[in-house]
């Protein structure tokens, strides 16, 4: 009898099992295959815009795939580092030998997880509660909550051209039964399809005719609290090609014989991750793409061609990936493919990530319709700390759009839905500014620490670092800058205009051109690097800050207008039809999740609230 | 669901017919009530009857009945409309008979309400309506109906189509930064872009001088010191054009005397009794309120005895609408001129003898206004002040967006400014595009791994 069963151990899996099992609840994950945990079937990358963000929020939230990103890189980068403080964002050129065994490590090394392998088939539910799981050889084990994380096993289909063959990546056995039998519990079942590129044998590539790709020259960690593992210069380097007019060629010439243009696939594929027929056919007026090789690991030699993923049949592949610069003699290792699976509607889901039909059921990652590792991590996350307080009775942790990535995520997918697998994007969050990489610990690790999730050490690093940068603001607004010929001849080493009054430091920083390393010369100031960012970035932009945080209290105060849960749509006789079946079939807990309904029009939502005040006096 | 409202909507007053108009879910169950001719209950949507309106067995019109079933109609409920054949007696029978069978009287404005809260018109258009209802003249029903029409929604939409368009841009910048399919917005070629906007926003504001013309016409103050001749002349102006005598308050604090209408646009002769009363009272309070007179009048007549000598007061005056657009009326050209005025613009003479004097006085507030032109534009103009504000604050947050882009302020964090003007315009046409932006960002770009 487990507190916790967590079913698939991929990136979703790992974290909820984890955070379950440091919570306190006998947990156990299923996995079809141990050596297949913290698997990274697609690209060779941890982070990305907004990805990192989200990586960094799991990290201070308790999560593991900072610390073991920081673990298994070969190459990191700051995206973004010529734009604005809230674009920022890391990305990790990841092991795809070495982080999943670091996963597997950290996951062995947890107090209270266990792990086996088995084929998880159906669910046991006894009055729309879950009890427990039955494995494919009949197997039965009890549990209090189950977490289902089954990524693209459920009924995937392996496409490539006309080929179709069932199964997961690699390969692997599927998971025939499960989403039939969560249909017959009543939840709804919608298929989607992704696609990963195909792989090349090193040797066999001409790296001589393309463009490098490096990391920073400058030392970066995901996690709050670990140290950089890597030297700068031992990163690795990717490389850049482009489409050439005979790829588009053999591509318009080969249309018909794709799975996706074929008509081989029902799923439907994610519009910001297209295959390459799709891009050359949606923008047939560009004369190429660009492409990026990618090492895989740094124990096999196998190189990923990032934005290549296709569903031609294995012998167009070849052709394609001929006509590219430098891999004219390449040889393809692993073939690119499409994958259909099956997935639930994510509007069946409440905010906390249980199931709203079948009680103690959550679910997380692929199967809520979500694309990518970090997207999945982080819901597995808030869906293993939901499963312990929906069992001690707690009130569930459930992060506000202003909070974080995470919360946007979770908020869009209960409240929209998708119809194609969901990316994050910074355009998805209106309060990007808030949500930033460089204070994540700032906005959450409080939050963990209340959830039980942060330890005190943890928390105590954050209240110092807190207190560090009050103080740097409080020396920069009480000094002011002396104008004495030796600052005066410094601002002139800097080739920047001096200043005709002597201002404050604080004021100093805000303009565009100072920074925090020209203050450190007026001024010692003996703190860490990502403390003076942080101080740089608060004040120099104080009033967009502001700004955003008048537009958050405008959501909030629509955000605490609640709708009762009770409340029957039917009986609000003015909604338009299209308003009451959305609300009725996503219950939104307050006005303002009921606002970014689609299909839900500015005169339903006057019609609500004026009902919501007449009958509840709100 | 909403009850059964009825009203008359047409205009009040001589008409060729009146039209009831009754809406809700019993219209056509209410009217059948009271209607013989062919069975309300059965016929088709759509469609327009012949009969008599009767009140217990008596005939109380003829009428044309059209039946309209939901949810293809004004309000999207069904609705009746009864034509009657005008006269105010008819009519007042034929609603009381409608309102026997147990329909409520809607409140002005309800229909409107009713088609915006079932989701029918946008805001805009619910405004324009309220417009249209309350216009006076040609012209405010013209441009009331130009926005019922929505074409002042889509020369917003149009703008916002542009902003959303920067916006992507700029997204797929952040979210794509490696790749290099979209343009890169920078601080150098991002303000001929916010230009355009800026541009487009201020001919919107431009034109809706005219809108506001049209719908709240000039306020008109006519000063001058006592015995000038300011009562005769006003009158004058307000006889000769039978004159709308009003005690309503306007939209502002100020009483007007009466409006006269100008090539359709209404001048409102606003109350100068403060000023009349300036030598009479302290002098610090009859300043003080001319001041205040002065500063809503959109236009100042200051009239002047052609037989005088120039006072100190009439300096007084003069001095104060240095700013102001006035037109100086010398009266009692009849009389030797003994007046000094070294002023050429804006004057006219006249005399209470001859109608010469008022129609060169007419004719130079035309060329002021322009009013000629505005009875030949297209009247497609932004008019509502809740819009004409809006876009106030469009435009402001684009100026800032421009003032950052001067300041080196990153483009991502300038994204905010046009968010927010985005933002705005959108709250103009009270619709909601949540997912119009990333349906921008991918149908224009070509992204992914």
């Not at chain 1, 610069?325 to 249980?354: F, H, R, V, W």
């Not at chain 1, 940068?469 to 080739?495: A, V």
């Not at chain 2, 067995?57 to 409309?81: F, Q």
């Not at chain 2, 102001?324 to 003898?353: A, R």
Request: proline share 3%; hydrophobic share 40%.
């Amino acid at each position: 009898m487990y507190d916790v069963i967590v079913v698939g151990g991929g990136h979703a899996g790992c974290e909820a099992s984890h955070i379950a099992a440091v919570l306190g609840c006998k947990t156990l994950l299923v996995t079809a295959n141990i050596n297949n945990i913290a698997d990274m079937p697609c690209n060779p990358s941890i982070g990305g815009t907004a990805k990192g963000i989200i990586v960094r929020e799991i990290d201070a939230l308790g999560g593991l795939m900072g610390i073991i990103a920081d673990k298994s890189h070969f190459q990191i980068k700051m995206l973004n580092n010529g734009k604005g403080p809230a674009v920022r964002s890391l990305r990790a050129q990841a092991d795809k030998i070495t982080y999943p065994k670091n996963m597997l490590k950290a996951l062995q090394n947890t107090k209270n997880l266990t792990i086996i392998e088995g084929m998880v088939e159906d669910l046991i539910v006894e009055n729309n509660q879950v009890k427990g799981v039955v494995l494919a050889n009949g197997e039965k084990i009890s549990g209090l909550a189950v977490i289902l994380t089954t990524g693209t096993y459920l009924k995937g289909n392996i496409l490539i051209g006309s080929e179709n063959n069932p199964g997961g990546p690699h390969g692997e056995a599927r998971s025939n039964h499960l989403s039939d039998n969560l249909k017959k519990l009543g939840l709804t079942i919608q298929r989607l399809k992704t696609g990963t590129p195909p792989r090349i044998k090193k040797d066999s590539i001409d790296f001589s005719k393309m463009q490098e790709e490096t990391g920073d020259q400058k030392y970066y960690t995901f996690s709050f609290d670990t140290e950089p593992l890597y030297q700068i210069n031992d990163q690795q380097k990717c490389f850049l090609i482009y489409t050439t007019k005979k790829t588009h060629e053999i591509i318009k010439a080969n249309l018909s014989k794709s799975a996706m243009y074929g008509g081989y696939v029902t799923g439907v594929g994610p519009r910001y991750c297209p295959s390459i027929e799709d891009k050359i056919v949606r923008f047939a007026d560009k004369e190429r793409h660009q492409l990026f090789l990618e090492p895989e690991s740094l124990y096999y030699d196998e190189w990923y061609l990032q934005g290549f993923s296709t569903s031609m049949p294995k012998d167009v592949q070849e052709q394609m990936v001929h006509s590219l610069p430098g891999l004219e003699n390449a040889l393809i290792t692993k073939y690119a493919y499409a994958i259909e699976y099956d997935a639930i509607d994510p509007l069946q889901m409440k905010p906390s990530l249980e199931n709203k039909i079948i009680e103690n059921l959550f679910t997380a990652g692929q199967i809520n319709g979500t694309s990518g590792y970090e997207e999945a991590a982080g819901q597995g996350l808030i869906a293993g700390i939901n499963a312990h307080h929906k069992l001690k009775n707690m009130d569930p942790l459930i992060l506000k759009r202003n909070e974080a990535y995470i919360g946007v995520l979770i908020d869009d997918l209960v409240t929209k839905g998708t119809a194609e697998p969901y990316r994050m994007l910074t355009s998805r969050a209106e309060f990007r500014l808030l949500l930033r990489h460089d204070n994540a610990d700032l906005r959450l690790r409080k939050i963990g620490y209340d959830h039980g999730t942060i330890d005190e050490t943890r928390y105590q690093k954050l209240i110092t670092k807190i207190k560090a940068i009050n103080t740097i603001k409080d020396i920069l607004k009480n000094t002011n800058l002396s104008l004495n010929p030796s600052t005066k001849e410094l601002f002139k080493n800097h080739n920047l205009e001096v200043p005709n009054s002597s201002v404050s430091l604080y004021l100093l920083l805000k303009r565009p051109e100072i920074t925090m390393d020209f203050l450190q010369e007026l001024i010692p100031l003996d703190y860490p690097a990502a403390i003076l960012e942080e101080v740089e970035i608060e004040v120099k932009y104080e009033g967009y800050i502001a700004k955003a945080y008048k537009e958050v209290e405008k959501m909030l105060k629509l955000e605490e207008k609640l709708i009762p849960e009770d409340i029957d749509y039917n009986a609000i006789l003015n909604l338009a039809s299209e308003a009451k079946q959305k609300l009725a079939k996503i219950r939104p807990q307050s006005l303002g999740q009921a606002a970014r309904i689609s299909g839900v029009n500015p005169s339903d939502l006057s019609i609500l609230s004026v009902y919501l005040k007449k009958k509840y006096h709100k | 669901m909403f009850d059964t409202i009825c009203a008359i909507s047409t205009a009040r007053g001589l008409g060729a017919i009146s039209i009831i108009r009754v809406s809700g879910p019993q219209a056509i169950s209410k009217v059948a009530q009271i209607f013989q001719g062919q069975n309300l209950n059965e016929v088709a949507s759509h469609t327009i009857h012949y009969g008599h309106i009767i009140n217990k067995n008596e005939i109380v019109d003829e009428v044309l009945v059209s039946v309209l079933k939901a949810p293809k109609t004004y309000t999207m409920e069904d609705i009746v409309e009864i034509n009657t054949h005008g006269g105010i007696a008819s009519t007042k029978k034929v609603l009381e008979t409608v309102l026997e069978t147990g329909v409520r009287l809607a409140e002005p404005g309800e229909f409107t309400k009713r088609a915006f809260l079932n989701g029918r018109i946008d805001l805009t258009r619910a405004e324009a309506v309220e417009n249209l209802i309350t216009s006076e003249t040609d012209l405010e029903r013209k441009l009331a109906l130009n926005t019922v029409d929505g074409k002042v929604s889509q020369k917003i939409k149009k703008v916002r189509d542009i902003i959303v368009n920067l916006m992507a841009n700029i997204e797929v910048n952040i979210d794509y930064p490696e790749y290099e399919d979209a343009l890169v917005i920078t601080l150098d070629n991002l303000p001929p872009k916010l230009t355009e906007i800026k541009t487009e926003l201020e001919s919107l504001l431009e034109e809706s001088k005219i809108g506001t013309l049209i719908n709240q016409g000039i306020k008109v103050a006519i000063i001058g010191r006592p015995n000038v001749g300011k009562s005769s002349l006003l009158n004058a102006l307000l006889k000769e054009n039978k004159a709308i005598v009003t005690d309503i308050a306007g939209t502002t604090r100020d009483t007007v005397e009466g409006e006269i209408e100008l090539k359709g646009i209404r001048l409102k002769f606003i109350d100068t009794a403060g000023i009349r009363k300036t030598t009479d009272l302290v002098e610090k309070i009859g300043v003080d309120k001319s001041l205040s007179i002065l500063e809503n009048a959109d236009l100042v007549i200051l009239v002047l005895n052609n037989n005088e000598k120039l006072t100190a007061e009439d300096e007084e005056l003069i001095a104060k609408l240095k700013n102001k657009t006035y037109i100086t009326y010398i009266n009692k050209n009849d009389l030797p001129s003994k007046l000094d005025l070294n002023q050429k613009d804006n004057v006219v003479y006249g005399n209470t003898t001859t109608p010469d004097g008022i129609e060169s006085l007419k004719n130079k507030i035309i060329e002021l206004f322009d009013l000629e032109a505005i009875n030949t534009s297209n009247l497609e103009v932004v008019s509502s002040t809740r819009v004409i504000n809006l876009i106030k604050e469009t435009l402001e947050s684009i100026n800032n967006a421009l003032a950052n882009v001067s300041k080196s302020i990153p483009v991502d964090m300038i994204a905010i400014d046009i968010k927010q003007a985005w933002d705005l315009l959108g709250e103009i046409t009270g619709e909601s595009y949540q997912d119009e932006l990333l349906d921008t960002l991918f149908s224009k770009f070509c992204l992914g791994k």
